[in-house]
């Protein structure tokens, strides 16, 4: 039998292109060849797709543009089901099996990619346009988690065009919101724009910095206690990683400590009870189903020093190198990295031919 043709896409315009890069590289290394026909389709960060024949190195380095590039489209013709490459002898199409966006942030992880693959008909491996799109948008999956029962930070959403500072701090004092606070950018990922204050004098530049990133922003409480994920694999039948915890010694899990670990630590597996890890599993899958999620997800929460959970976000696509948290918390439940990415492509397969992607 002929090997499935899977699509990497990696790159994109959001603020996380090099991330992506470094987990785009990371999966096409755990890829078996032998199974799988892998294509490398990079995003420039300007927009441009371009079909890559190089080496996971090249793209890790982002060295990967000024290699062996050829223009190309996803064909939106369901009939065609793939791309075509527009080199130097004329268009010629890919046929593809399905698509494996590793593609974090705006444009990639918020559901137009998605789009994309499901207009084409090209089963998307993770989740689909409308979980992409819920999970990306902090303020209506606060709402959507809210309605089910599960606690979400106290939160004001406004807008970049009527951000008046005064009036801004003063529905906070009416929502009794006050420092310390988080204002976020509504959509955006890794803590891009994110600020953490202690003062309402701080609230201005801290909007400025969010509105760099969206055009809306989240001002939230912070919420006592600490973090904990937890890595979900599958599409009916769940499969849990161990739960993981992030110690802080001060400030909160911004860019630089989720990449460097400068100041922090990640304790996996979380030191928790095994009651309070079930819990937090358990609340994980109630989110995960909820948001229509499948493939796989990393559900981030807070637990309180009372023991109560409160949602944070669902990572629809989350880091993928060999040290990110998802696959670590999968490898602390038995799935080695390679592993774990061949039963993310054979679940997704399976699910093709089953005729439900």
């Not at 922090?264 to 994980?284: G, L, V, Y």
Request: negative net charge; aromatic residues 8%; proline residues 5%.
């Amino acid at each position: 039998m002929s090997r499935p043709t899977i699509a990497v896409l990696f790159g994109g315009q959001s603020s996380e292109h090099e991330i992506s890069l470094q987990s785009a590289a990371a999966v096409i290394r755990q890829i078996s060849p032998d199974k799988y026909h892998v294509i490398c389709l990079g995003i420039t960060r300007q927009g441009h797709w371009l079909l890559f024949e190089g080496t996971p190195e090249e793209i890790e380095d982002g060295s990967w543009e000024r290699g062996r590039c050829t223009p190309c489209i996803l064909s939106p013709d369901a009939k065609n089901r793939g791309l075509i490459c527009l080199g130097p002898e004329g268009p010629k199409p890919i046929a593809l099996d399905a698509a494996f966006p590793i593609l974090h942030g705006k444009n990639g992880e918020d559901g137009t990619v998605q789009g994309l693959l499901e207009l084409a008909r090209i089963p998307c491996i993770g989740c689909g346009l409308l979980s992409s799109a819920l999970c990306m948008d902090k303020l209506l999956s606060h709402k959507l988690a809210a309605q089910a029962g599960i606690r979400v930070p106290r939160a004001v959403c406004v807008e970049k065009e009527s951000a008046q500072i005064s009036e801004i701090a003063a529905l906070l004092r009416e929502q009794n919101l006050t420092p310390p606070l988080f204002v976020k950018p509504l959509r955006a990922g890794s803590s891009f724009g994110i600020s953490k204050i202690e003062s309402l004098e701080e609230l201005s530049g801290a909007l400025g910095m969010a509105f760099s990133y969206d055009r809306e922003a989240l001002i939230e409480e912070a919420v006592p206690g600490f973090e904990v994920g937890c890595a979900v694999l599958g599409a009916r039948d769940l499969f849990f990683g161990e739960v993981d915890e992030i110690e802080l010694s001060g400030g909160f899990f911004d860019f630089t400590e989720k990449y460097t670990l400068k100041t922090s630590r990640i304790h996996m597996p979380a030191r928790i009870s095994a009651e309070t890890a079930s819990r937090i599993r358990e609340t994980a899958a109630v989110l995960y189903r909820l948001f229509s999620c499948s493939g796989f997800a990393r559900v981030d929460l807070f637990l309180t020093p009372e023991g109560e959970i409160v949602f944070n976000e669902i990572n629809t696509i989350p880091g993928f190198t060999s040290h990110s948290r998802y696959p670590n918390m999968m490898k602390g439940a038995g799935l080695s990295f390679s592993q774990l990415v061949d039963r993310i492509l054979e679940e997704a397969l399976a699910e093709k031919k089953a005729g439900r992607a």
